[in-house]
């Protein structure tokens, strides 16, 4: 047995000592305390070594690996074994104990052993060794469970391994986690957490050679997230100070990434003023972390949905503003193009709800030697797409409102303003001519609305806007109800009774507007049901011939869609909305 081997070395080790001791004594006078103390700290030192003792690597490798071939563990292999429960096994394809289906049955016999009184005190530092070997990172998800039903049993028996040891004798790890009892608990690392956020490692670096935590152990990615917990938990300004910290952290232990990004952006959209914050932005967004969040519609960047709609809008919102700087401070100013262009489109960044950068073919050469383009191409990652016609202009899309407008980077292109409900090109397109047979296929209507950057043009685009319905920020009037109404249409003279063209027809459900068709909700229902989820628009197009009733939502959320569907919408892929089909 494991116990018996150890005693037995830990004997042959106390005798060599008191054989050397009697040999100096009978060469050196008596009366020398310093050489009672010397063999008496060699003592305590080999005592304290052999409270330690585990089997070899190889032995206890051997055990695990016996078990997952499913063979049934005598009382000599459980002892080995203890050691190994989360070593990935190579010829199991990596798989440990803590991930096999028989892990009941390996805890109900150390149990039974435990009630017998016959449990090896360093069988149980064994299982400990396995508690904090655990790597969330290199371990398949059901060995998490595992993880939880050891950590449950060392919780239990933990004060029957206490009474045996008693006073005397007592090995250093017993001594820590009699004083330090948390780490067994559910939340085993949120007491050092704030000096581990403030930088102090050394309280943590100690509890870690005192019980022989390893670098790759679960207990050093749980830390980052007790750090994250104390710095949402502090003032606004205390917590925003901490943020890089905590980004430096998570970046060094992944494993709880997600939970921690989670509640560092939840916290920070609760702070009373939230400006953009950079490092936050550019540290998310990364293709490695939680990706553009314009890729959350397209299932391609699902961390967001962690997050409340809210906060995601949040950062959509910081990613929008900052592809609309890129995009003229890095794209236009190669061709001194921004003509205030900047500027203006800025007074209007809480309305712009989604934005795409196109690049031309110059600019991805030009990533390969110009670290801002490259670092610019990388943040839009699956959500960009690229110019195959002109060679040498970079566009910029950008939804505000029931419109989509297009910058182009070089001069003299102008600005091209389009309705969403009537686009002749997919906004989704990964490829684009760049000309006249898509983002430019305004230059052919016979009263497009586009803006040529001359001298005052944006006098005229802002005037133009306000009669779209879009003013600046600013001035912007507040939707009623949560549901965005049609924009009015331009100032014309037409008769009172003439049907309305180009504005969206979205009449108040109030006024008596029927319900489509077999449906079996009410108009005032569904407006009501809208109102309920931000950025969400009732799109209804009956009045033209074959027209539907649509849902339009910048955020499409699984609540919205469930509702959605059982009232009987369809999920149009195309158009990316939901629509009524009437019977």
Not at 144 to 161: A, D, E, H, Y
Request: one cysteine or more; charged letters at 20%; a positive charge.
């Amino acid at each position: 047995m494991l116990a018996d081997d150890a005693l037995a070395a830990l004997t042959r080790s106390l005798a060599s000592v008191l054989s050397s001791w009697r040999l100096e004594a009978a060469t050196q006078q008596w009366g020398q305390p310093e050489q009672v103390e010397r063999v008496a700290h060699e003592a305590e030192r080999l005592f304290q070594g052999y409270a330690k003792a585990q089997p070899s690597k190889q032995d206890a490798y051997a055990a695990a690996l016996a078990f997952l071939r499913g063979q049934a563990p005598d009382a000599w292999q459980r002892d080995r074994m203890a050691s190994a429960l989360a070593e990935p096994i190579k010829e199991r394809s990596n798989a440990t104990v803590l991930g096999d289906a028989r892990l009941d049955q390996l805890f109900a016999s150390y149990q039974a052993e435990v009630e017998q009184g016959q449990l090896w005190r360093l069988t149980w530092y064994g299982l400990l060794s396995s508690y904090f070997a655990f790597d969330p990172q290199a371990s398949p998800p059901q060995a998490n469970q595992g993880w939880q039903q050891l950590r449950s049993f060392l919780q239990q028996t933990w004060p029957w391994i206490d009474g045996q040891t008693g006073q005397a004798h007592v090995p250093d790890w017993i001594r820590v986690l009699r004083k330090e009892t948390d780490v067994l608990a559910e939340k085993p690392a949120q007491g050092y957490a704030r000096d581990y956020l403030a930088g102090d490692e050394s309280t943590v670096q100690q509890l870690a050679a005192d019980l022989g935590i390893p670098p790759s152990s679960w207990f050093w990615h749980a830390l980052v997230v007790g750090a994250v917990d104390a710095a949402a938990n502090a003032a606004d300004a205390a917590f925003i100070g901490h943020i890089p910290r905590l980004l430096q952290l998570i970046a060094s232990k992944p494993a709880f990434r997600d939970l921690a990004l989670e509640t560092i952006l939840t916290r920070y959209h609760q702070c009373r003023s939230a400006p953009p914050h950079e490092q936050l932005r550019d540290f998310v967004v990364q293709p490695t972390v939680w990706k553009n969040p314009k890729l959350r519609s397209a299932g391609m960047a699902t961390g967001w949905n962690r997050v409340p709609e809210a906060v995601w809008q949040m950062v959509l919102g910081w990613v929008n503003e900052r592809n609309l700087k890129d995009f003229f401070d890095i794209l236009a100013a190669r061709n001194n193009a921004d003509h205030g262009r900047l500027a203006f489109w800025s007074q209007y960044l809480k309305q712009i709800h989604w934005t795409r950068l196109v690049f031309s073919a110059d600019t991805m050469q030009l990533q390969r030697r110009d670290a801002a383009v490259r670092n610019l191409i990388a943040r839009e990652e699956g959500a960009y797409a690229e110019m195959r016609g002109n060679q040498a202009v970079d566009a910029f899309i950008m939804r505000i409102g029931d419109y989509v407008a297009i910058e182009f980077s070089k001069p003299p292109n102008a600005a091209y303003v389009y309705r969403t409900d009537a686009l002749k090109f997919n906004l989704y397109a990964r490829h684009y001519d760049g000309d006249t047979g898509d983002l430019k296929y305004g230059f052919h209507e016979r009263q497009p609305i586009k803006f040529i950057h001359k001298d005052g043009w944006d006098q005229e685009a802002k005037r133009v806007l306000k009669r779209l319905g879009i003013y600046p920020d600013a001035d912007a009037p507040v939707p009623q109800s949560g549901v965005r109404r049609a924009a009015p249409p331009p100032a014309t003279t037409r008769s009172s009774n003439a049907p309305a063209t180009g504005a969206r027809a979205v009449r108040s459900t109030l006024g008596g507007q029927l319900s489509p068709r077999g449906a079996s909700f009410t108009m005032a229902s569904l407006e009501k049901l809208v109102a309920e989820f931000p950025g969400t628009t009732l799109v209804d197009k009956r009045h033209k011939q074959d027209g539907r009733l649509w849902i339009e939502s910048t955020q499409m959320t699984r609540p919205l869609s469930l509702k959605l569907a059982t009232l009987g919408f369809k999920w149009s892929n195309k158009r990316e909305a939901w629509y009524y089909p009437e019977t």
